[in-house]
């Protein structure tokens, strides 16, 4: 496989959305406006936890252009992607600030808001659950009185009843009691950040309407247009067929936009005015406090060790802020359990991640799905204990990465074909952070430069029956037209898949048009655009449907140039024959059919067909979690280098480093380009963001204004980034997936450099200059 020369596989060619979107011509949801749309505004909780007494609308349908009016008396009914806890609009109780509580639909964007205003919502005060180590309490008020009594919507979740626990995710491997008191250090060590915002581009919007034949149009920015009908058919029994789900290209989402939150409410709506067209936005504060956000996490890791510095024994406790409800975090949760170790072989291991109802706003998907989460856990307790042990903390990590022949922490046996090349990785982010010139150099004038590292990985945790179909259609010029479901949502994807479309048909990239917008009326079912899924599931889909569409070309070929279909090869927008490529017949001419000069006609249009689905995954045991959870894991290594100014703790992130092993790169510069962006958004995540609560569990910085971010000019000034391409068996070409990975580390490094340049171990986020300062100062009292 890696000798074979390929022609677009490989080469950095152009997004094909590049002139698009630079031109500024691509058409959001938002965008959208026509005569008759209506609009709907939410009704916000002002409350974090309290009982709901009454709401009086009277006012409000006063105002001028009020269509209807919703409350969650008329759906007291819960939905769910894992666990159906979560009302589309509160009843009987709220259980965060900014939960929706009502719907107001009229003719006008500012009538709906100002009508919002006059609802009056008299509320009961109940005690906040503000953070997850005081919900893990026995005596903690309860967010969920019956969660357990909730239904599953997939299997592997487990509430427990009279807690806030709303799934626990046990891993027992081998004998980690034994191993603990045998071993010959041991090192304890906790870490603890907030929740915090996806802050994507374009908030979430949507329209829906319901039209008279009873059809539910939906137009969304989701992830997830599949994941839409599901819910829409399960929760309101509406027929799968008569849903209908369209996705423009999405303006960011980095998994905040995988989960189902405004289509059933703007389903409510248009019901409630006769199914007219209504469009539901969130403005930039709804988008970070009602909508979905990123997990928080407290979590303590114990590792012991022999004198020389071999892994044998490993505990990790995670205690996952969920929020009110369990959302995706229910499944980060379990992510973070298969993945507890790192990319580490630990012969006995003990895990238990909890899923934490809190008076948070609900968390879902955020890019690594868990793993920058328990990466800097993992990581800061990797450099802490290599300073126990006086061992290089590379070498600690060389020591033990994971390697072919190991086994995962639910046992998944390793093979060259499911796992990268760790220290090939490790030892190539060591020469280009120019570690062995000095971890930490006194740079003067009160300046100190140091340098962190951190290992990662990742499976792609996906459904057991995750699957993506690809239909191709031929024009009569010789072009394919490729549509499928995988969303473009930045990340590029509908350029790769065009890549694999063209190396496979043996095509020139400006042959292969790409359907954009997705439409489930036409598009073949995908699972979802998540877990860094797509190229390898939505890449096998078009390599099966380019093989049924090439053998459809060679018959109609060997009929025009009367010779067997195993005698013709394609390529170079010919058919022709393997042992004399000068005689064949254009794809053009044969694309729609053939015709003779006669008129005869045969065969017809050329439509390739194809799919894939995960293959030979199985769930997790209960009790043990056994079980093999993903088809790979990508590994990789990110390191930063930074200067400290020892006066006032602030800090200058001078270079930073990603190596990963993604096997085969079907598009350098995309790759790269996603290797960039995700370091930068790990290390804003970890410099500065966080949600802020105060006493009563609102979110008292729900603003761009003072929810501080990693802005342009504060990056490193340099993102070195390069690949080691360890092709995996069942990837397109060899690949595997990487869209989350550039994030996942940078975090960890990051504290880790901070850590010896401060001379303080450094193990909460975000490192502010003032958290850095504190934190010395309490140790050098």
């Known amino acids: 496989m890696t000798n074979k020369i390929w022609t677009t596989v490989g080469k950095p060619e152009q ?17 959208y406006s026509v005569p008759g749309l209506m609009h709907a505004k939410l009704v916000k909780s002002t409350q974090a936890h309290a009982m709901i007494t009454s709401i009086d609308t009277t006012e409000a349908w006063k105002m001028p252009g009020v269509r209807a009016i919703v409350t969650g008396e008329m759906f007291p009914f819960h939905i769910g992607p894992i666990l159906a806890d979560r009302p589309p609009l509160a009843f009987e109780k709220v ?39 005081q919900a893990f309490q026995s005596e903690a008020p309860l967010v969920h009185d019956n969660a357990e009594h909730y239904t599953k919507i997939i299997s592997d979740v487990y509430p427990k009843a009279g807690t806030n626990i709303g799934s626990h995710i046990k891993i027992r491997k081998g004998d980690f009691e034994a191993a603990w008191a045998t071993s010959e250090e041991t090192i304890t060590a906790s870490y603890s950040f907030n929740l915090s915002d996806h802050v994507a581009l374009e908030t979430r919007s949507v329209r829906v309407e319901i039209n008279p034949a009873g059809k539910v149009i939906v137009h969304s920015c989701s992830q997830s247009p599949y994941t839409i009908k599901k819910v829409l058919n399960q929760f309101f029994n509406i027929e799968v067929g008569n849903i209908l789900v369209h996705i423009p290209m999405v303006g960011g989402a980095f998994g905040g936009k995988g989960t189902v939150q405004l289509e059933p409410l703007a389903y409510l709506a248009s019901k409630a005015v006769g199914g007219k067209l ?12 009602t909508a979905p956000c990123r997990i928080g996490l407290d979590a303590t890791v114990q590792l012991g060790v022999t004198k ?11 205690l996952i802020d969920s929020g009110a409800y369990s959302d995706q975090a229910a499944g980060i949760t379990r992510a973070a359990a298969l993945d507890c170790t790192g990319p580490y072989t630990i012969p006995n291991v003990w895990c238990d991640s909890y899923c934490m109802y809190t008076n948070h706003p609900f968390a879902t998907s955020f890019r690594g799905y868990g793993h920058p989460e328990l990466t800097f856990a993992v990581e800061r307790t990797m450099d802490q204990l290599a300073k126990q042990l006086n061992i290089d903390p590379i070498q600690l990590r060389i020591i033990n990465g994971i390697k072919p022949g190991d086994t995962t922490p639910t046992q998944t046996v390793l093979t060259a074909n499911n796992i990268g090349d760790v220290e090939k990785c490790v030892n190539r982010a060591k020469e280009l952070i120019r570690w062995d010139e000095g971890q930490r150099i006194d740079s003067g004038k009160n300046k100190v430069r140091a340098k962190g590292i951190s290992l990662f990985w990742k499976t792609s945790t996906t459904a057991t029956n995750a699957q993506a179909g690809a239909i191709l259609t031929f024009e009569a010029d010789g072009s394919v037209n490729l549509n499928c479901a995988a969303i473009e949502l930045g990340q590029g994807t509908k350029t790769i898949l065009a890549q694999i479309l063209a190396e496979k048909l043996g095509m020139e990239m400006n042959k292969i048009h790409v359907t954009m917008e997705v439409n489930t009326q036409y598009d073949p079912h995908q699972w979802r655009t998540v877990a860094s ?58 694309s729609l059919g053939y015709t003779y000069p006669s008129g005869h006609s045969i065969e017809g249009q050329i439509v390739g067909v194809g799919r894939h689905i995960q293959r030979h995954l199985t769930p997790l045991d209960q009790q043990t979690g056994f079980g093999k959870p993903g088809p790979w894991w990508s590994v990789g290594v990110q390191a930063v280098e930074v200067e400290l100014d020892t006066r006032d703790f602030t800090y200058t992130i001078l270079k930073g480093v990603t190596v990963l092993d993604g096997g085969t790169i079907i598009n350098p510069m995309t790759a790269t380009q996603q290797m960039r962006g995700g370091m930068h958004m790990g290390l804003s995540y970890a410099t500065s963001e966080k949600f802020i609560f105060d006493e009563q569990g609102v979110v008292r910085n729900a603003g761009l204004r003072n929810y501080p971010m990693l802005r342009y000019g504060e990056q490193p000034a340099e993102y070195l980034v390069e690949f080691i391409e360890s092709p995996a068996a069942d990837g397109p070409y060899g690949a595997r997936g990487i869209g989350e990975y550039g994030v996942i580390g940078a975090p960890a490094c990051l504290a880790n450099s901070l850590s010896v340049a401060a001379g303080v171990e450094l193990n909460y986020l975000p490192l502010t200059p003032e958290f850095i300062w504190e934190t010395k100062k309490v140790n050098n009292q």
Do not use: W
Request: charged residues 30%.
């Open 95 to 133: 259980r965060y600030y900014g939960e929706p509580v009502a719907i107001v639909v009229a003719d006008h964007e500012h009538q709906a808001k100002l009508a919002t205003e006059k609802v009056k919502v008299e509320y009961e005060l109940l005690p906040v659950v503000n953070s997850v180590q």
């Open 533 to 590: 899924s797509s190229t390898f599931l939505a890449g096998r889909a078009v390599i099966s449907a380019a093989e049924n569409a090439l053998a459809q070309l060679k018959k109609t070929a060997s009929i025009v140039i009367q010779c067997s279909a195993e005698d013709l090869d394609v390529g170079g927008g010919r058919v022709y024959l393997k042992s004399d490529p000068t005689f064949g017949v254009e794809i053009k001419d044969i």
């Open 15 to 31: 997004r094909i959305d590049a002139v698009e979107k630079s031109t500024g011509k691509v058409r959001y949801i938002g965008d």
């Open 308 to 318: 020389e510095g071999k892994l044998v024994a490993g505990k990790y406790t995670y």
């Open 278 to 289: 209504v469009k539901l936005e969130f403005d930039r504060e709804e988008d970070m406090t």
